[in-house]
Structures are given as C-alpha cells and as structure tokens.
C-alpha cells in the first residue's frame, strides 16, 4: 500500500503495529508520529505559537526550501536559540523544550515526535 505522506501521518504504535491514518496532531495519540507538511507561510507553520512536547524528543527536518527552528530562553533575559535548517538538514527537539518556526523559503518539512502531552502557546 502506497502511502501519501503529505496527505496522511504514518503511526508507530507502542504495541509494534505501523499505520497510515489522518495527518492530525492529536496530544492524546500513543505512539511515535511522522508527518510531513508543504509549507508555504507562516501560518503553515503556526510561526506565532511555541510549542512543545512533553513525552519524548521531536526530529524537525528540513527537505526542501529553508526554515529557523527557535529554542525558547530557558531563563528570561536570555536569547532566543536559533537554528538554520537547509534542505537535507535536521535538528532534534529535546523534549519539555519549547521551540517554535519561522519560514525562510517555502517547501517541504517532515517531523517525527510522540505527540501525547504536546501542546502549543501563543507567543
């Protein structure tokens, strides 16, 4: 079975079962989720939240076009980490890490992350 994966997330259960089903960020989803998005603007990739995942790292890769991932300061007064992604690139989100993105060039993102405990705030 051939799977679109801009249009579907591929699931990896923790009980070893892989499935293709709707490309939805559901914190209440066990497992590890792959999603792979065509970004085109801010709004693509909800620029003006931050966001975090409490139960295990993200992996943010950059396939095509150019994005900056953005650590939150741990402490107020310190800056924000940057880092440039350039396609072929990636960067692992440490979990409980508050990061957010910003589009540089429109393209293609893929992110790999259990989502359960994940959630967003506005910045």
Excluded at 87 to 99: D, K, S
Aim: charge should be negative.
């Amino acid at each position: 079975m051939t799977i679109d994966l801009f249009a579907s997330a591929v699931r990896f259960r923790e009980n070893g079962r892989v499935s293709a089903e709707e490309q939805l960020f559901d914190p209440s989803r066990d497992g590890w989720q792959l999603m792979t998005f065509h970004v085109e603007t801010a709004a693509d990739v909800h620029a003006d939240h931050w966001e975090i995942h409490t139960e295990a790292d993200e992996v943010v890769a950059c396939l095509t076009g150019g994005i900056r991932l953005y650590f939150r300061p741990r402490l107020p007064g310190e800056p924000e980490e940057e880092v440039t992604l350039t396609p072929g690139a990636a960067v692992i989100v440490p979990r409980g890490r508050w990061h957010r993105i910003e589009l540089d060039l429109p393209g293609d993102i893929m992110s790999l992350t259990m989502p359960r405990g994940s959630r967003l705030e506005k910045r």
